[in-house]
DNA sequence: GTGGTCTAGACCACC
DNA sequence: GTGGTCTAGACCACA
């Protein structure tokens, strides 16, 4: 279910944030439902378990995921509409934004973009 | 003219970078113009050395500046108009607005905002 | 009788302590009565056997209760007034006050929460 | 300035954390100044690289001190008066509290508690 | 030099 | 079994 891109820049912590965050979205994931445990995504995706452990307490601090102490982490009840995630990963979009219209960027070329990119979700 | 913000997540040579990209965007400094010797930027900015040969280098790297052995760094020939920056800043965009996507951001909210933030150059 | 928070940061076996404690300080379990079995306990409580047997174990080394092999666990002589248990209890809240109070927290923030704690035994 | 009890139930980055929030707290650490890096304050301390890393990082959730990549960590401008760090600090007060009036601990041995505690301040 | 990420291993408390 | 803490080491980007 979670693929990860080594190449790519996003930390390894981040790209597991962002697609259990999707997953959650996606309903995939209900509330109060268990995720796997630390140790058992660890060893599914081939990475250390502090790495997962790191992107679990990302997603607790976000409330999006709870954990119980000796049980494991669980879906926070409204994870599915969290304004912090939304509100953070609006923030880098406007600083990319932001960033390619100094440069030169016309925002039709942005407007194409996104358009783009909504149908594939 | 350039302004550096250093609380923002954006490292120090990037914005560097952006600006002088910008400030060639609006013709404040044009093609075969000599910059500022890294030397005296990085004293004016109040910056160490190395992060604007840096930034400098990233912008040679570029084509968007050019460099003569012993007399400094020059504004490149079609500098205003460089397609790798644009292209690279795209795809930062591009990234950020998939991964806000994926996490249930709405695209009328990006358009808002893309809208919002072109009104402000 | 025993009402369990799994959203708490205290572990399970000590809200059973507490809560049993708290039962035989009003009264509710008199010197010499057995307490429900530790199986009994646990499948009321929807809680695993260990964690009710932890909380029985932690209990009988305060001398709040006692067990009798193959009878079951019962309350102790003079349990209502222990003074290891509440010792202890007052280690945990000067610990407590004394980070609070090195944080900058006043006195009287903390005489007024205990004023409004005592009201609501 | 920074004294460890390993023997102390309270976890390490804990101890590190609860210490510079008092040296902020009492104007030892003022606004915009630097901390002793990571490395350096771990070397002194005798203690892991990632064990002050972790204290450090919670400090920077809670808007007590903020970092600057490649510089360092300094400490946020209203940190001496920072109401999350007090709230954490006053829940805490209030389980123990709570706990200790539900074991039979009267209020009047609290009271005389919290004012021998705050007279070591 | 700094902080940020990641790995590999350990020990503990809790369930 | 679970998560929580801690250690010891590595490599990277940034200033």
């Given at each position: 279910m979670i693929v990860l891109d080594y190449?790519?820049?996003?930390p390894i912590f981040e790209q597991i944030k962002e697609q259990i965050i999707f997953l959650v979205q996606k309903g995939v994931f209900l509330p109060n439902v268990r995720l796997p445990s630390i140790r058992a995504l660890a060893a599914q995706l081939g990475v250390n378990v502090n790495t997962v452990k790191h992107a679990y307490q990302v997603l607790e601090e976000s409330d999006i995921i709870y954990s119980e102490l000796g049980k494991g982490f669980f879906v926070a009840q409204n994870a599915a509409d969290n304004k912090k995630v939304k509100g953070e990963a609006l923030e880098v979009v406007r600083a990319a934004v932001s960033s390619a219209l100094s440069m030169g960027v016309k925002k039709e070329e942005l407007f194409n973009l996104i358009e783009a990119l909504s149908e594939n979700i």
């Amino acid at each position: 279910m979670i693929v990860l891109d080594y190449s790519a820049k996003t930390p390894i912590f981040e790209q597991i944030k962002e697609q259990i965050i999707f997953l959650v979205q996606k309903g995939v994931f209900l509330p109060n439902v268990r995720l796997p445990s630390i140790r058992a995504l660890a060893a599914q995706l081939g990475v250390n378990v502090n790495t997962v452990k790191h992107a679990y307490q990302v997603l607790e601090e976000s409330d999006i995921i709870y954990s119980e102490l000796g049980k494991g982490f669980f879906v926070a009840q409204n994870a599915a509409d969290n304004k912090k995630v939304k509100g953070e990963a609006l923030e880098v979009v406007r600083a990319a934004v932001s960033s390619a219209l100094s440069m030169g960027v016309k925002k039709e070329e942005l407007f194409n973009l996104i358009e783009a990119l909504s149908e594939n979700i």
